[in-house]
């Protein structure tokens, strides 16, 4: 019995003196731990829970255990972008003051307020231009109206491109190649070949832009030998961007709403009107130094006056209009008859008959009397 118990105690002792090191099974290789800085190893990090118990253990002192330097996580050239953008982004967070009872749940005991007025409460909203974000109550984001595809909306209407991306003549961003070539082709060697009716971008020589022949001032070529015009411009017959007038006959819209008239016309109002250097006397100027008469006139020999026609001849006046007579000085138009003027005596002519302006001759058994220029005639 006596050596039974020494025997045992010996066959357990190893175990013993094992049991007090953390062990683990072996591996091919040497055990590489990637620590930061440190140079010291922690035991607790390795245990043998994960291995199956029939692999033989050993001390972890019987490992080769080498210490290397962290390396920097790598972060995309997007993620990166993203993050140093936003970083620099305004929260677009604005203040304003409300009633602080439209705040207060119970209107029987409303708090004193922290805006310029003790009834006023000072509140956090969303600036002009951006809108609250769906997840974050308390953060504000940029509003862009085209949702800014392939890039970031830094500020109201502000999209930056990401990485890979470059703005079009469109102001879109759009890919580049190797993804993407707008209008054109990606070619091995990374460079872009652009499609018929397109050429290559001048400046970023990376996406293709629609070629007008004719050039596009004042617009922007949208289609291959398609403009389209700026406001205040309109598309001419020849496929060009010219400057718009409501009105310009007889000259040219060098600007928007400026006409200028054409040689022999001049500006009267918001037309061009001919002129006539001779003038045009009883007509219309219809051309530069061209006399046009209405129905019942006719043109002199000096191509500036328009002479008119009576049917009838004027008696003691003068033709003045299609068929209209007007009266020497001293004459009056007859009420019956409209090519006769008769003499106009502005006293009078009684018992006598004015034969000619301010003259009377009297009637049989009548005779003038009284002083010369104021005689009347009396009888006999």
């Known amino acids: 019995m006596k050596y039974s118990c020494v025997l045992l105690a010996l066959a357990i002792l190893p175990y013993l003196v094992l049991a007090q090191i953390k062990t683990r099974p072996p591996i091919s290789g040497n055990l590489v731990q990637i620590i930061n800085n440190t140079s010291s190893y922690h035991s607790s990090n390795v245990t043998n829970s994960s291995y199956p118990s ?4 050993l ?3 019987n490992y080769n255990i080498r210490v290397v330097p962290s390396k920097p996580i790598f972060i995309d050239e997007t993620a990166e972008f993203l993050n140093t953008t936003r970083s620099k982004m305004a929260s677009g967070v604005c203040f304003t003051e409300v009633p602080t009872a439209t705040l207060a749940k119970n209107l029987n005991a ?3 307020g922290n805006g310029s007025t003790p009834t006023m409460s000072r509140i956090q909203i969303c600036c002009e231009g951006y809108e609250r974000n769906p997840h974050i109550f308390r953060k504000c984001d940029p509003i862009c109206k085209d949702d800014c595809p392939n890039g970031i909306c830094t500020a109201p209407n502000t999209c930056v491109c990401l990485p890979g991306n470059v703005r079009d003549y469109e102001d879109n961003c759009v890919p580049i190649c190797p993804i993407g070539c707008r209008n054109g082709n990606c070619q091995p060697d990374g460079t872009c070949v652009c499609k018929p009716g397109f050429i290559l971008d001048p400046v970023t020589k990376m996406f293709c832009k629609p070629h007008c022949s004719k050039g596009c001032d004042f617009g922007t070529c949208i289609a291959p030998e398609t403009c389209r015009c ?3 411009y309109e598309l001419s017959s020849f496929g060009t961007c010219q400057p718009k007038c409501e009105s310009c006959e007889h000259g040219k819209c060098t600007a928007p709403g400026l006409c200028s008239c054409d040689r022999g016309y001049i500006r009267k109002g918001d037309v061009c009107e001919p002129i006539c250097t001779k003038g045009c006397v009883k007509g219309t100027c219809t051309a530069p130094d061209t006399c046009t008469c209405k129905p019942g006139f006719a043109l002199d020999n000096t191509g500036a ?7 009838k001849p004027c ?4 033709c003045d209009g299609h068929n209209v007579c007007s009266c020497n000085y001293g004459y009056i138009l007859d009420e019956t008859q409209p090519n006769v003027c008769k003499a106009h005596c502005p006293a009078g002519c009684p018992n006598g008959y004015c034969t000619s302006p301010n003259f009377c001759i009297c009637k049989p058994g009548y005779m003038k009397s009284g002083v010369k220029g104021r005689q009347t005639c009396v009888p006999f």
């Open 305 to 311: 006056n328009c002479i008119p026609h009576c049917d």
């Open 54 to 57: 029939s692999y033989p253990a």
């Open 230 to 232: 700026m406001p205040k």
């Open 110 to 112: 409303v708090p004193s």
């Open 315 to 318: 008696l003691n006046g003068f």
């Open 59 to 61: 001390p972890a002192v």
